[in-house]
Antibody, heavy 122, light 105 residues
C-alpha cells in the first residue's frame, strides 16, 4: 500500500525558506511515476507547485519557479521541497503526491499525502 | 487556465454535472478530484473519462472541444464536497481549475 508522509516545520517567519520532506513507503520511488507537491491556502483551491522524476528531471509552476527547488533522494525514498523568500501568501496545507501518466499530457495525481499546514507569520 | 463554476446544487438521486473550460483542453487530457473538508483530494477520473479501480461507475467524465464535463449519476448525500479539474501540458506544467462546491439539497 502506497503511503506518502509530509514532514517539516509548521511555522516560519517571513523571508525564511520553507523546507518540507515527503517519505514514501510501500512503493519504489524509482518506478515509472512522478513525485510532486501541491498546496492549498486555507479556504481556497489547489495549486500545483512542481514535480520531479527519479532521474532528477523537474517541472515547476511558472509562477513559483524562481523560488522553488524540488529534489529527490532515491536511496532514502524521500523527495523534498524548498521554497525561498516565504510570505504570508505561502501559508497553506502542503501535500506531497504521486503522479501517474504514460506521457506529459496524461499525468494525474493518484496518491496524496495527508497534508501538512505551514503557516508563515511574524 | 481552467474555469469551473463556483457551485452546483442538486437533489439526491438526480444527476450533477460540473464543467471545466480551457482553451487548451482540445489538446490535453483532464482529471477530476473530489475533496471533502479536512481531507486530501481523491482522484475520480483521469484521461478525460477513465476511472481508477474502486471508483463507482456513477462517476464519469467526458470531453468536447474546450470543455470537459464531470458527471455524477444518482447523486448521494456523501457526494457533497469540492471538485477540481486538472490538466497537464507537454512542457510538464500541471494546472487545476478553481474548484466547484457541490451541494446536495
Amino acid at each position: 500500500q502506497v503511503q506518502l508522509q509530509e514532514s517539516g516545520p509548521g511555522l516560519l517567519k517571513p523571508s525564511e525558506t520553507l523546507y518540507l520532506t515527503c517519505t514514501l513507503s510501500g512503493h519504489s520511488i524509482t518506478s515509472d511515476y512522478y513525485w510532486g507537491w501541491v498546496r492549498q491556502p486555507p479556504g481556497r483551491g489547489l495549486e500545483w507547485i512542481g514535480t520531479i522524476y527519479h532521474s532528477g528531471t523537474t517541472y515547476y509552476n511558472p509562477s513559483l519557479r524562481s523560488r522553488v527547488t524540488i529534489s529527490i533522494d532515491a536511496s532514502k525514498k524521500k523527495f523534498s521541497l524548498a521554497l525561498t523568500s516565504s510570505t504570508a501568501a505561502d501559508t497553506a496545507v502542503y501535500y506531497c503526491a504521486r503522479e501517474k501518466g504514460t506521457n506529459m499530457l496524461t499525468r494525474a495525481i493518484d496518491q496524496w499525502g495527508q497534508g501538512t499546514l505551514v503557516t508563515v507569520s511574524s | 487556465e481552467l474555469t469551473q463554476p463556483p457551485s452546483v446544487s442538486v437533489s439526491p438521486g438526480q444527476t450533477a454535472r460540473i464543467t471545466c473550460s480551457g482553451h487548451a483542453l482540445p489538446n490535453q487530457f483532464a482529471s477530476w478530484y473530489q475533496q471533502k473538508p479536512g481531507q486530501a483530494p481523491v482522484l475520480l477520473i483521469y484521461k478525460d473519462s477513465e476511472r481508477p479501480s474502486g471508483i463507482p461507475e456513477r462517476f464519469s467524465g467526458s470531453s468536447s472541444g474546450t470543455t470537459v464535463t464531470f458527471t455524477i449519476s444518482g447523486v448521494q448525500a456523501e457526494d457533497e464536497g469540492d471538485y477540481y479539474c486538472q490538466s497537464a501540458d507537454n512542457t510538464g506544467t500541471v494546472v487545476f481549475g478553481g474548484g466547484t462546491k457541490l451541494t446536495v439539497l
